[in-house]
C-alpha cells in the first residue's frame, strides 16, 4: 500500500486547509486509515481516523476544528482543517493499517510523506 499526501501550505491563523490522502495498491485489505502531525520539538500524535462501519476518532485538540471523510470508492482521505492556529504547524501524516482495534492504539503500518502545513500568528 502506498499513500500520498497533499494539500500542505501556508496559511493565516485562522484560515483553512483541506489536505487529501491517496491510496494505492492492495487497498481493499484496508481498515482505518488517519491523520497524524509531528510539530516542531513535539511527539507525534494521532490527530483522527476512520474505521470501517465506525463513527470517526478525533483527538481533543482538534475536535469542532477538523474533519475527516474516506471516500471509499477514490481510496482516498481527506482532512478538513477550520480555525487553523499558530501551534497546528506540523507536518502532517496519513496512515493506514489493515489491523483491528482501538484506533489510539492500534498500529499504523503504512504511512505517506507527510505534507508540511504552516500556520502564521
Known amino acids: 500500500v502506498q499513500l500520498q499526501a497533499s494539500g500542505g501550505g501556508l496559511v493565516q491563523a485562522g484560515g483553512s486547509l483541506r489536505l487529501s490522502c491517496a491510496a494505492s495498491?492492495?487497498?481493499?485489505?484496508?481498515?482505518?486509515m488517519g491523520w497524524f502531525r509531528r510539530g516542531p520539538g513535539k511527539e507525534r500524535e494521532l490527530l483522527t481516523a476512520?474505521?470501517?462501519?465506525?463513527?470517526?476518532y478525533y483527538a481533543e485538540s482538534v475536535k469542532g476544528r477538523f474533519t475527516v471523510s474516506r471516500d471509499y470508492a477514490k481510496n482516498t482521505l481527506y482532512l478538513g482543517m477550520n480555525s487553523l492556529k499558530p501551534e497546528d504547524t506540523a507536518v502532517y501524516y496519513c496512515?493506514?493499517?489493515?489491523?483491528?482495534?482501538?484506533?489510539?492504539?492500534?498500529?499504523?503500518?503504512?504511512w505517506g510523506q507527510g505534507t508540511q502545513v504552516t500556520v502564521s500568528s
Open positions: 496512515a493506514a493499517t489493515d489491523r483491528r482495534g482501538p484506533i489510539a492504539t492500534v498500529p499504523f503500518d503504512y
Open positions: 495498491g492492495r487497498t481493499v485489505s484496508l481498515y482505518s
Open positions: 476512520v474505521s470501517r462501519g465506525s463513527s470517526p
